[in-house]
């Protein structure tokens, strides 16, 4: 399946599907509990699960593939048994790209990860928003981002996807110095009243990742919308 979030991903597979950050925005969440819920990998509704046969497929050569768009493969719950089956798969199809994408990249330490591996991190700002989500805190994920870019063995990219209100200064500082591959911005599609910041300031943001050479692809840009009350779901298969 091509993926919803990235143009530039060809396909998605998700052999480990299910998450327990509780993102109070998680659309995979409401799709399993919804849509997907009669299908047999979603009968327990998001709850984390290994899909083994989804460990058999093959991709093209020159494939860009975006790794569990349906889940967390590096959320501290998933078994290392897991994430070792996901990357042998990995490290055997040496011609095919992989955008892994996490909300918790101190993981990606633990592992030896195959150089044919984007590793992403989702950081909605640079300020902590602990009513969004039970992830680690936002800036935590930038600390782990820049010790991964000082690895320098891996390229790096930062999903800022629901995008909340930041410090500017500190963010672009932060993003430049840690100097992703390429880095996505776009604002919540799901009406969830987030704390978001401006159109212009996020535009500012844009302009000076770009004045420092980070390819930035635009998602869903807007101006604010009001901020609701937000209420983090506990149950992992709530709707
Ligand atoms: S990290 Fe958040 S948004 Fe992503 S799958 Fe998990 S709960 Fe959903």
Not at 70 to 87: A, E, Q, R, T
Not at 130 to 138: E, I, T, Y
Not at 204 to 228: C, D, G, P, S
Request: glycine share 4%; proline share 5%.
């Amino acid at each position: 399946m091509r993926s919803r979030m990235f143009s530039f991903v060809t396909k998605t597979w998700n052999p480990v599907v299910g998450c327990m950050h509780n993102c109070v925005y998680c659309w995979a969440r409401q799709l399993a509990n919804t849509k997907l819920r009669e299908t047999e990998r979603y009968r327990n509704g998001f709850t984390p699960q290994l899909i083994k046969k989804e460990l058999n497929v093959t991709f093209r050569n020159g494939d860009f593939v975006f790794v569990c768009d349906m889940g967390d493969l590096f959320g501290n719950w998933v078994p290392s048994d897991w994430i070792y089956k996901v990357l042998n798969v990995i490290g055997a199809l040496k011609f095919t790209d992989f955008l892994l994408l996490t909300k918790n990249p101190q993981r990606y330490m633990s592992y030896p990860i195959p150089t044919n591996c984007i590793l992403g991190a989702t950081i909605e700002s640079d300020q902590n928003y602990q009513s969004v989500s039970d992830a680690p805190l936002q800036f935590d994920r930038l600390y782990f981002m820049l010790k991964l870019a000082e690895a320098k063995r891996h390229k790096l990219f930062i999903s800022i996807e629901p995008i909340l209100d930041f410090n500017l200064e500190l963010f672009a500082n932060m993003l430049i110095r840690i100097r992703p591959w390429a880095v996505a911005i776009g604002y919540d599609n799901y009406g969830c009243g987030l704390p978001e910041p401006s159109l212009a300031k996020t535009m500012k943001l844009i302009e000076k990742l770009e004045n420092a050479n980070i390819t930035v692809y635009r998602k869903t840009l807007r101006e604010k919308t009001a901020v609701k009350r937000l209420e983090k779901v506990t149950n992992v298969e709530a709707a």
